[in-house]
T-cell receptor, first 114, second 111 residues
């Protein structure tokens, strides 16, 4: 069973379109994250959610809107896609806020904006 | 979070121990040392973490110096599948903060 899954794995779209990436974790974790890895391979946190509540928003443009319908899901919706949004997006989860917990990452979604 | 410094790349022969160093001279007393790795085209994978004492699990060992200003990740018997970028991350234990990834060390296992 996949612990953290993302769909789609690849996403190719035109500038200006709106797209969503879905993330699900079956680990029973309370905290979920979105990371972006750009073409230079730098991996940066975008958002973190705990029990469906936004905790961290790392100065991400408001065209990016995460949505957490329940603790097991954290989806990323992106409006008006731009060329610079091309990257690999990783979802991750961890057990909670208090304590020392490792993060489990999904396989990534490679977004290409043309 | 404290900044870390790692060599950009290292080679290791298959079957030998791979020793990956990390400097974190500004680490605070409540900050842990975490190691993750990213195999090509995959999501990062947790390896190990520690606070003060040396730690060992099924994947690796973590040696932290007494002053906590540096650490070494040891893969005891490296295989070709261990070729990856290894990230040393220093952060406090709790909180929903994301991980701050640096450039890491690209470890290449040679056959």
């Amino acid at each position: 069973d996949t612990a953290v899954s993302q769909t789609p794995k690849y996403l190719v779209t035109q500038m200006g379109n709106d797209k969503s990436i879905k993330c699900e974790q079956n680990l029973g974790h309370d905290t979920m994250y979105w990371y972006k890895q750009d073409s230079k391979k730098f991996l940066k946190i975008m958002f973190s959610y705990n029990n469906k509540e936004l905790i961290i928003n790392e100065t991400v443009p408001n065209r990016f809107s995460p949505k957490s319908p329940d603790k097991a899901h954290l989806n990323l919706h992106i409006n008006s896609l731009e060329l610079g949004d091309s990257a690999v997006y990783f979802c991750a989860s961890s057990q909670g806020l208090a304590g020392v917990y490792e993060q489990f990452f999904g396989p990534g979604t490679r977004l290409t904006v043309l | 979070d404290a900044k870390t410094t790692q060599p950009p790349s290292m080679d290791c022969a298959e079957g030998r121990a791979a020793n990956l160093p990390c400097n974190h001279s500004t680490i605070s007393g409540n900050e842990y040392v975490y190691w993750y790795r990213q195999i090509h085209s995959q999501g990062p994978q947790y390896i190990i973490h520690g606070l003060k004492n040396n730690e060992t699990n099924e994947m690796a060992s973590l040696i932290i110096t007494e002053d906590r200003k540096s650490s070494t990740l040891i893969l005891p018997h490296a295989t070709l599948r261990d070729t990856a970028v290894y990230y040393c991350i220093v952060r406090v234990g709790g909180g929903a903060d994301g991980l701050t990834f640096g450039k890491g060390t690209h470890l290449i296992i040679q056959p």
